[in-house]
Structure formats: C-alpha cells, structure tokens
C-alpha cells in the first residue's frame, strides 16, 4: 500500500511570491522609506515561517547524512555558485563609475573573506545571499532540536531566546559567521512555521479565518505597531526598539501575507514566482546593480524615485525566467536540482520537496 503525497497548499507559493516581490522592491533604489519600514518588518522571518512549514508539511523524516546532504546541495551549493557569478561582475565593473570610488582600492581578494564568513555586511557582491546560509543553519539546529522537542515547544523556548538575545547581542558590535548570530530569531520563526504546518490545512477551511474581516483586523493591527516599532532589519541585526514588538508585528505581516495570498494563488505567474524564488533571490541584486551602472553611464543625474523602483524590480524578477531555464536545463545542480530535474525551484528547509 503506498501513501498518497499530501496535496500542496497553493498559499504557500503565492505567499511565498510575495515575500520575494517584497524583498527585490526593498532592495531597488528609489523605494520609499516608509515601505523600507513596513515591508522589512516582517519579510525576512516570512521566509524562514514558510520555509518551517514546507518542511514539515511536505518532508520526510530523515537520517544525520541525509538531511546534511539534502541541505548542502539545496542552499550551499547554490550559495557558493551564485557568489562565484556575482565575484565575476564586481571584479568586471568595480572600476567603473560610483563603483571606483567604493571598491576599485579594496585588493581583489576581498570579497572572498565574505564568501567564508557568510554574513551581510562582507557580501556586498550579493548582499541577499546571506540568507541561504542562515537558512542552512537553521534547518540544521531545527533537525537536531526536533529530534527530542515538538515544534511548539521549540517555538515557545526560542521566542523567550530571541527576545533576550535581540535585545543583548547587537550592542556587542560584532558579527557571526554563517547566520549564527541570527540563528536565535530566524530558528523561532522556521520553528513556528513547522508547528504551525500540522494546522494549516483546518486553517484554510475554518469558516472564522475565511471571514474577509480577519486580514483587515491583521493589517490594523500590525501596521501602527510596524510604525511604532521603527526600522527593522534582520541582516544587519536591527530589530526596532523592542525585541518583543519585533516577533509580534513580525507574526501579523506573516499572518496578513498568509490571508493575502489565498487571494492571489490563481493569479497568472504568482505560483512560478513562488515556485522560483531561490532564482530571483540570487540574480535580482545583479540585474538591479546592473541598471543602476546602466542609468549611470547614460547620464541620468536625478535620483531615482518610485517609478524607476517599481520598473527595475519588475525587470529583476522578468530576468529570472531565462536564467532559470538556462541554469534548470544546462546546470541543475545551481539550483538544488538533480540532473534532468526541470521542476520549480524555491527556498525551503527540505530541498528534496518537489513541485505538484
């Protein structure tokens, strides 16, 4: 007898797709503060909430081996090839234009120290690439607590964790390698996904949460508290002014985008976007920076503003399509892929999960 795969939650990949949209706007030159504010304060833990959930909703239970194999050719991999391809263009333009006068005295080595520590601020080739090696560490510490505690226990023990650590660690003024030093706030919210996984299903059919009101109580209460709270960002370890705010206003974004993206799960091209993300994580810093030296080396002297933010985004995520067919079919590996594995790519805990 065999057992029927569970059917796929089209939610997950539409609120996937937005947390990706989210993250290349903010990463576009000309975006609004106030969305900095808003979107930053949530969309990072949103992605390791849904990576949780994938992973215990979809996985299977593994061995030590397997689950090190799994992970280090689902996200290490892909973080070492796409750090390879970002070090070729900076070391191609970083003598050309604003570039020179940042980069062109740093030796050619450099960015290598970045590669090994796996934080941030020394991955300025591809900032957004930090979080493929804090997601590895998470799933990992994940693997091994889950062995002797349930989800919510663990969810429960590292929110007390966080909140404590966000409010001591940042003032030491110094970093982790690897996404260590954010293991604590990103473990509560991969840990809250996976609890939050066995539930899911009873959540999208309750009559209560399928009220049109539920996402509008969501949205009024997290955006004054978003507001209140101030900037966040998880990168670089800033948090706002309380820890506690953090994880709660955190919670609520990811609640709204859940809600959201029941909305949007039909919408043509949603569900690649979301199916894609680890492609559009990785290429979008360059395709942005690439503009930005084009819109340069025109001669365009006004700073950019919405528009341009709204048009170069579009275009990051547009250039994903033809870099995913290439890299899916002449080099799965890039992507987590086994050969001859053309199906959709995205950012998870369990890089074995396929596309249904």
């Not at 949209?21 to 949530?42: D, E, I, M, N, R």
């Amino acid at each position: 007898m065999t057992t029927q795969a569970p059917v796929r939650d089209g939610r997950i990949d539409a609120t996937r797709a937005i947390a990706i949209v989210l993250v290349v706007l903010g990463h576009a030159k000309g975006v609004p503060q106030t969305y900095t504010l808003l979107a930053f304060s949530f969309h990072v833990p949103l992605f390791f909430f849904v990576s949780g959930w994938v992973g215990a909703a979809f996985g299977r239970p593994r061995g030590d081996a397997d689950t090190w194999a799994k992970l280090v050719r689902g996200l290490v991999v892909p973080y070492v090839f796409f750090f390879f391809v970002a070090y070729a263009y900076w070391l191609a333009t970083r003598h050309v234009g604003a570039k020179a006068a940042r980069w062109g005295t740093l030796p050619w080595w450099d960015p290598l120290v970045g590669l090994v520590q796996g934080t941030g601020e020394r991955l300025y080739v591809q900032p957004a690439l930090w979080f493929l090696p804090a997601l590895f560490v998470t799933a990992i510490a994940f693997h091994y607590l889950g062995k002797r505690l349930s989800a919510a226990v663990i969810t429960l023990l590292m929110a007390v964790v966080a909140c404590a650590w966000c409010a001591w660690f940042p003032s030491q003024s110094v970093r982790l390698p690897w996404g260590l030093d954010v293991l604590p706030v990103s473990l509560f919210f991969f840990a809250a996904g996976a609890a939050f996984a066995g539930h899911a299903r009873h959540a999208v059919m309750h009559p209560a949460l399928r009220w049109w009101g539920v996402p509008l109580l969501l949205a009024v209460l997290w955006l004054p508290l978003a507001w209140i709270n101030g900037k966040v960002d998880v990168n670089l370890l800033r948090f706002g002014q309380w820890p506690a705010l953090f994880l709660l206003v955190a919670l609520l974004g990811t609640a709204l985008m859940w809600h959201v993206g029941g909305w949007i799960q039909r919408w043509p091209g949603v569900q690649w976007i979301g199916r894609n993300t680890l492609v559009i994580l990785c290429t979008h810093f360059l395709v942005l920076f690439f503009l930005s030296g084009v819109r340069a080396l025109a001669g365009v002297t006004t700073p950019p503003g919405p528009g341009w933010a709204l048009g170069a985004s579009a275009v990051a995520i547009a250039a994903a399509v033809p870099a995913r067919f290439v890299l899916a079919r002449w080099a799965p590996w890039t992507l987590g892929l086994p050969a001859g594995q053309a199906g959709g790519t995205r950012i998870q805990a369990n890089p074995e999960v396929r596309s249904q």
